[in-house]
Nanobody, 125 residues
Framework: QVHLVESGGGLVQAGGSLRLSCAFS????????MGWFRQAPGKEREFVAA???????DYADAVKGRFTISRDNAKIMVYLQMNSLKPDDTAVYYC???????????????????WGQGTQVTVSS
């Protein structure tokens, strides 16, 4: 069974930065596609960023140029560096993992099989 634990959320002023971390444990990490999603109050969970097993990445239009997803296969970690934060970025951020290996970039909630508990990010204006 895969277990994901997010950390690094908090309260930050608009224009500030945060780095989210996702610790992965359980079945093999290498070769697995990963993603970050977020959910604001009253809204559906939405795609933020994805990283393939080989390091290829993609982002939601709303965060392109501001957020960077990365992975460290040796440390079995996934990160989301968030810069130039805006109040609209306020949400609970979730790390997600695919149960399959060596697939493509994935953009929807149903593409992922394992989820963390989430970490709150609040951006004040």
């Amino acid at each position: 069974q895969v277990h994901l634990v997010e950390s690094g959320g908090g309260l930050v002023q608009a224009g500030g930065s945060l780095r989210l971390s996702c610790a992965f444990s359980g079945r093999p990490f290498n070769g697995r596609d990963m993603g970050w999603f977020r959910q604001a109050p009253g809204k559906e969970r939405e795609f933020v960023a994805a990283i393939k097993w080989n390091g290829d990445t993609d982002y939601a239009d709303a965060v392109k140029g501001r957020f960077t997803i990365s992975r460290d296969n040796a440390k079995i970690m996934v990160y989301l560096q968030m810069n130039s934060l805006k109040p609209d970025d306020t949400a609970v951020y979730y790390c997600a993992a695919d149960s399959r290996f060596r697939g493509g970039l994935k953009y929807t909630v149903r593409d992922y099989d394992y989820w963390g508990q989430g970490t709150q990010v609040t951006v004040s204006s």
